[in-house]
């Protein structure tokens, strides 16, 4: 038999691997290209780091707030219904499609087309009605159990784990916007590099809206 000081130091190290399955886990979800990297990476392409800085701090709010209406249950009862579901990936997909519009412009010398940057309102919209954001969410805390002896308590350090993997990821993709603004490139790169982030950006809506249209009716799931 096994010393209760051997099965202690067991479950600790049990307990510290499956915290970095799921901190692996966290980074896989979230460095796939979707609309939050791909829009963050836009703006810091299109309007620079102090833009791109609020947005991002607007994202980081709503990723929390959906975090927490998953865990709270609200999410589910308000996605369990198909309509509601179908109204967000369309809202989302309109919402990514006007930012892309906003990026595509930047810098455009005609008059009336010129645009602002998208700020921390953005982001935090974009989240709330952002589809991956809750699938993500839920993915996360409806699986990788490792304190059972405590909900609360799992709930909150897979919300810390979260955020500390979630923000260097999204601040990584800014960076890598901003660098190619930083490189004061002729205007004319510049515009080829926007429309090309918002071409991206139209890419994920219209993949979004067609994985939904190509369900044979009565499939919600």
């Not at 990297?37 to 929390?64: D, E, K, M």
């Not at 412009?105 to 087309?113: M, Q, Y």
């Amino acid at each position: 038999m096994h010393s209760p000081k051997a099965q202690s130091s067991g479950l600790h190290n049990c307990f510290h691997w499956l915290i970095l399955v799921f901190a692996a886990a966290v980074f896989l979800l979230i460095i796939t290209p979707g609309p939050g990297v791909l829009s963050t990476a836009g703006v810091g392409a299109a309007f620079g780091w102090r833009h791109g800085l609020f947005y991002v701090g607007g994202l980081c709010v709503g990723t929390n707030m959906v975090g927490l209406a998953v865990i709270s249950g609200l999410a589910a009862v308000i996605l369990a219904e198909p309509v509601v579901r179908t109204v967000l990936l369309f809202a989302s997909s309109g919402y990514l499609g006007y930012l892309a519009l906003r990026i595509s412009l930047a810098g455009s010398r005609i008059a009336f087309i010129r645009t602002t940057a998208p700020g921390f309102f953005a982001g935090l919209t974009l989240q709330f009605i952002n589809p991956k954001a809750y699938a993500v969410n839920t993915a996360l805390f409806s699986s990788f159990a490792f304190y059972p002896a405590s909900f609360a308590v799992e709930t909150a350090l897979k919300l810390i784990i979260m955020n500390i993997v979630w923000l260097p990821v999204h601040l990584a993709w800014l960076y890598a916007g901003v660098k190619v603004n930083s490189l004061d490139l002729p205007p004319r790169i510049q515009r080829a590099i926007n429309l090309g982030m918002a071409a991206c950006l139209l890419a994920v809506v219209i993949l979004s809206v067609w994985s939904v249209a190509d369900q044979p009716a009565g499939i919600t799931g």
